[in-house]
């Protein structure tokens, strides 16, 4: 079964800043696109940034477009997704995923990580 996890996850005040990682266990992350979601209560998973395999492509949901940063470091098998400028409704289970093309929809992705909590409250 191929995994992927996450973590960096955490509460933060408004302003805040917050590093996600998602890491692969039982596969090579570097030949995947990378995407991260969100889902907060009550409504659907929204796809906020994904990154394809070599890292030259990038995409942002327009609330977080200027704000949140996808990077990934091939060498280590790891995707980053730096989250400045927090605000209330970022507030969210944070899920990355991994398939063959940088969407920000989540049919196209195969494999998701379990989650982690991103809280922004004062």
């Known amino acids: 079964q191929l995994q992927l996890v996450e973590s960096g996850g955490g509460l933060v005040q408004p302003g805040g800043s917050l590093r996600l990682s998602c890491a692969a266990s039982?596969?090579?992350?570097?030949?995947?696109?990378i995407a991260w979601f969100r889902q907060a209560p009550g409504k659907e998973r929204e796809g906020v940034s994904c990154i394809n395999v070599s890292g030259g492509s990038t995409s942002y949901a327009g609330a977080v477009k200027g704000r949140f940063t996808i990077s990934r470091d091939n060498a280590k098998d790891t995707a980053y997704l730096q989250m400045n400028s927090l605000q209330p409704e970022d507030t969210a289970v944070y899920y990355c995923?991994?398939?063959?093309?940088?969407?920000?929809?989540?049919?196209?992705?195969?494999?998701w990580g379990q989650g982690t909590q991103v809280t922004v409250s004062s």
């Open positions: 995923a991994a398939g063959l093309v940088c969407s920000l929809e989540p049919r196209a992705y195969n494999y």
């Open positions: 039982r596969f090579r992350l570097a030949y995947y696109s």
